[in-house]
């Protein structure tokens, strides 16, 4: 028994510091490169203003209460994969404000909805949400970001989309599901066995990931990209006066909004 509560303690603290290890990295990644694009353009400001912060604030409210309207979608997944559309204010901020600012808002929704709700999945959802939301706006934003035109904002969210989909699948079928096995003790066979209940064609771990994991991750992003579309434009005005670095930047290189 002392034998099990140490390994149990273990993996819980191995966990701990994968979140926050892929925490710093995501943000590293961000904040390298739009220091590197704020180098390119000639605009010498703070990554995170006082404005900026203050968007980040309200962005991240609205993120988590899309987060906790979440969802099961018994006829693709398992009811403990829930979908909800707390990337839209996410990737409508990484857009307007930098992938700095996305990765924050993201974060910043996990927090607050731990601390509203908690978690049901010993954190491993938690994770899942948050690095997964990360592999959609990061490559979506940092692509509109050299060029912000209605055509680079179109493939910057298919772009964003695909590597959703193949990074999201590939990291639930290599970690998640096998740490949410461990630390939530359910076994893996038994959630295999909830996928094959909906989809027949599920018999292992690369089955479900293929056939229930992909799925739900491609409706959330093309659910996510969809209405960023719709409603960033209406939106620009109000966000170009909360970052006036947006449309100095716009204009120093020639970049226009999508419209």
Avoid: W
């Avoid at 995501?26 to 353009?41: P, V």
């Avoid at 700095?100 to 974060?107: K, P, R, Y």
């Avoid at 994770?127 to 934003?141: K, R």
């Amino acid at each position: 028994m002392g034998n099990g509560l140490l390994q149990s303690i273990a993996d819980n603290v191995i966990f701990v510091i994968v979140c926050v290890s892929v925490a710093a990295a995501l943000f590293l990644i961000a904040y390298g490169t739009e220091k590197a694009m704020q180098k390119k353009s000639g605009v010498k400001e703070r990554i995170l203003t006082t404005r900026k912060i203050t968007m980040i604030g309200l962005f991240s409210a609205l993120a988590v209460i899309l987060h906790m309207l979440d969802f099961p979608i018994p006829f693709l997944a398992p009811g403990f994969y829930q979908m909800d559309f707390s990337e839209i204010p996410a990737l409508v901020g990484a857009f307007a404000f930098g992938p700095v600012a996305g990765v924050m808002i993201e974060f910043c929704k996990i927090l607050l909805k731990l601390v509203i709700k908690g978690t049901s999945t010993a954190f491993v959802g938690d994770l899942a949400n948050f690095v997964i939301g990360c592999s959609l706006l990061l490559p979506a934003s940092i692509l509109y970001m050299f060029k912000k035109t209605k055509k680079r904002a179109i493939v910057s969210c298919v772009a964003g989309s695909v590597i959703m989909t193949v990074f999201g699948s590939a990291f639930n079928g290599i970690y998640l599901l096998p740490a949410f096995a461990k630390l939530f003790g359910m076994p893996m066979d038994a959630i295999i066995a909830a996928g094959a209940a909906i989809n027949g064609s599920i018999s292992n771990v690369t089955t479900f990931v293929i056939f229930a994991v992909a799925p739900m991750n491609i409706v959330k992003s093309v659910a996510a990209c969809g209405v960023t579309m719709l409603i960033y434009k209406p939106l620009s005005p109000i966000l170009k006066y909360a970052n006036p670095a947006l449309e100095r930047r716009n204009v120093s290189t020639g970049n226009a909004e999508p419209s």
